[in-house]
């Protein structure tokens, strides 16, 4: 790779990372629901999923090629169901939310972040499609592993930093104020479209 696949390497990435999608809204939920060191956790945990998509790519072994349309599939699916999972655990907190104070929700133990970062991550039929299509112009075949888990590192630590951001300003005393002020109607909003979104996920993986 010369120094301009590189720099368009970075680009994509970089724009990958900062598009709207599930993940987002997942971590920005963590972020602002349980602190933000949960929501950085959430973000390094997807960041994780990201190196792992991208190593896996860069070593020529994708789970995502056009050869294994079926696992793309199987991805697909259980990715819509952990959005749908989230989602209504979200949806229904929302009557809980009405009498709990914030405080009272945050567990002393902050594990299920990262590995709900993780799992939001790797089952992100979004994410899958991106390494599947952009990410894999890049491999070579003959390419050396240093550049393999270069390339990966790369992908892993731009997802890393835009989630890590987007933990920290979620986390804002304006923000949080207004997460914590209207805790149920936010809980009702983003479950709601974290259901539909694994709604068109679903759809659209029974009409490939």
């Known amino acids: 790779m010369n120094l301009h696949d590189w720099g368009a390497l970075i680009a994509i990435c970089t724009v990958g990372a900062i598009s709207p999608g599930p993940s987002l809204l997942v971590i920005i939920s963590i972020s602002a629901k349980f602190g933000r060191k949960a929501g950085l956790l959430s973000a390094v945990g997807h960041g994780t999923a990201v190196f792992i998509y991208a190593i896996t790519t860069a070593l020529g072994i994708s789970f995502l090629s056009g050869a294994a349309n079926y696992i793309f599939f199987y ?26 104070t914030e405080n009272s929700k945050v567990p002393q133990k902050l594990g299920f ?63 949080k104020h207004l997460f914590l002020s209207h805790s149920h109607i936010r809980d009702y909003i983003f479950g709601l479209l974290l259901i539909l979104l694994a709604l068109s996920v679903m759809h659209d993986s029974f009409n490939l």
């Open 75 to 100: 991805v697909k699916l259980a990715g819509a169901l952990f959005l749908f999972w989230i989602g209504l655990s979200m949806f229904m907190s929302g009557y809980k939310a009405r009498r709990e």
């Open 113 to 175: 972040a990262f590995r709900d970062g993780f799992l939001i991550g790797i089952l992100n039929p979004k994410i899958a499609a991106f390494f599947a299509t952009l990410f894999s112009q890049f491999v070579v075949p003959t390419q050396a592993f240093t550049v393999s888990f270069l390339m990966a590192s790369i992908a892993g630590m731009i997802d890393m930093t835009a989630y890590c951001l987007a933990a920290l300003i979620s986390n804002t005393l304006l923000v």
